[in-house]
């Protein structure tokens, strides 16, 4: 493995985490709706590590295509500019304000110049654009699902004094199995921010790397909130253990 392996997030390490983290919670938590989203997540890592991969080989032919229009657009205004004032010095105006057209047909001509190297320069860029946020979003999506499966395991059900209602949802889980889904849920929200940060090693366009920061700062939110229930359950668990 070369140093380089080390310098940015690697699709493969990441869906082989995944793929084992899917065989972990399907060992541990058969028919749970927690392993289809381990599933789901690990054919959207698959996803977005066949996208990358394609627009990194795309890009590699539209940017030499694109800086060569660039070429071209500042040629063809160059050789305009020079005929235009090659023109002019021949049939040069008696009056200054016949010079006027001639300058605004310059300025117009180094105006539509301008916007064509700017559409030209950020093609390649623009292009991979709306793949890279609907993967994006798709991730983003995936951490609310996964916050939605850890909301209803509420350890706080878990004390002696808690008094349920008619519409209390019931804590199906005993004490340690309630700690390993919760902590599952955890790395699965670490592994989609993962995935997130996939789609930053195919791009250096500032909306898809703000969505990606977006994405990894929401799942960081919410691995915080289920380790304060972690911390809760362990405050249970040590206020029922009997005393020594």
Not at 89 to 98: H, K, M, S
Not at 111 to 132: D, H, K, T
Request: aromatic residues 6%.
């Amino acid at each position: 493995m070369t140093s380089s392996s080390f310098e940015k997030v690697q699709a493969a390490p990441v869906l082989a985490t995944v793929r084992r983290l899917e065989e972990r919670v399907e060992a541990r938590f058969p028919g749970r709706g927690l392993h289809r989203v381990a599933g789901e997540l690990a054919a959207l890592v698959e996803t977005v590590a066949s996208s990358t991969a394609s627009v990194r080989g795309r890009r590699s032919w539209l940017r030499p295509l694109s800086r060569f229009g660039i070429v071209a657009v500042i040629a063809v205004t160059t050789t305009v500019m020079v005929l235009a004032v090659r023109s002019a010095a021949i049939d040069a105006p008696d009056t200054g304000l016949e010079w006027i057209p001639l300058l605004e047909s310059a300025v117009n001509d180094l105006v539509f110049a301008a916007l064509a190297i700017w559409f030209l320069y950020s093609v390649p860029e623009r292009l991979q654009r709306a793949g890279l946020l609907e993967l994006l979003h798709r991730l983003r999506s995936l951490a609310h699902i996964v916050d939605m499966h850890q909301l209803t395991k509420d350890p706080e059900r878990l004390r002696s004094s808690f008094s349920p209602t008619p519409a209390s949802v019931p804590v199906d889980l005993a004490p340690d199995q309630l700690e390993n889904y919760l902590d599952y849920c955890s790395e699965l929200l670490s592994l989609i921010g993962k995935a997130a940060a996939l789609c930053a090693e195919a791009s250096r366009d500032p909306v898809v790397l703000d969505t990606v920061s977006t994405v990894e700062t929401l799942t960081v939110s919410l691995e915080r909130k289920i380790w304060q229930k972690i911390a809760v359950l362990n405050h249970v668990r040590e206020a029922a253990a009997p005393e020594g």
